[in-house]
């Protein structure tokens, strides 16, 4: 079929309108955006053992309230924070005989990853993102129900790699899924005395929403 030029000037017209609508939907270069929701943060299944292979351990998950903080300094790079409250993970040392000491501690795990985001500067809504970086979690009130004794988890630096996508909702708001990788190792201490490494390792998972500004 023949396109008379009615056809095409409505075409042209139309294609305007809709970049001119999505143009208010830009995504990328001077954004700075946090997002928010719930996060799980579930270690690997082999936490370990401690006092030379005498004690099994084994991490439970736990799951809070977390928050990013970005800036895209570019329409396809950008820069992330991820912060949340505290985490609590319960865990158990089991020895040989199957006799289970219970413990717990709490630690913050800020991870800061640089991104890239191959539709950004670009009208698309699905704007899906990767990430790497470095983690830096610090342990704090590590108790084991053991009378007396004092356990302590050095602080652990590792490295992060991220996925994530945000599906926007209008200028300011979209959903966003997110999950990370993190390495994470502490050196334990009873008594100040170094009994071994647990393996944390955990994919930290997080749904919510993202805000733009
Ligand atoms: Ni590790």
Same mark, same amino acid.
């Given at each position: ?26 995504? !990328? ?17 082999? =936490? !370990?053992?401690l006092g030379e292979g005498t004690l099994s351990t084994n991490v439970d998950d736990d799951t809070r309230f977390a928050f990013t903080l970005g800036y895209r300094f570019h329409d396809k790079v950008g820069v992330e924070l991820l912060a949340a409250e505290q985490f609590k993970h319960d865990f158990t040392l ?9 413990? %717990? ?15 950004? /500067? ?17 342990? %704090? ?12 988890? #050095? %602080? %652990? ?8 996508? #945000?599906?926007?909702?209008?200028? =300011? ?18 008594? /100040? ?7 944390? #390792? ?12």
């Open positions: 079929m023949r396109k008379t030029l009615p056809t095409l000037l409505a075409a042209g017209l139309a294609a305007a309108a809709f970049t001119t609508s999505t143009q208010a939907l830009a995504y !990328g270069a001077g954004d700075f955006f946090t997002r928010f929701g719930v996060a799980k943060v579930t270690p690997t299944s082999d =936490n !370990g053992t089991t020895d040989a005989d199957g006799n289970v000491i219970p413990g %717990s501690t709490k630690h913050l795990p800020p991870t800061l990853t640089v991104q890239y985001y191959p539709l950004g /500067g670009t009208a698309a809504l699905v704007q899906p993102y990767v990430g790497v970086g470095v983690n830096y979690t610090r342990f %704090s009130s590590e108790k084991v129900e053991t009378p007396g004794a004092e356990l302590n988890f #050095d %602080s %652990s630096w590792g490295a992060a790699g991220q996925v994530g996508v #945000d599906l926007l909702i209008n200028d =300011n708001w979209a959903l966003n899924a997110a999950a990370w990788y993190i390495d994470i190792d502490t050196d334990a201490k009873i008594e /100040g005395v170094d009994v071994g490494t647990i393996k944390i #390792d955990p994919l930290v998972v997080m749904g919510g929403i993202s805000y733009r500004f």
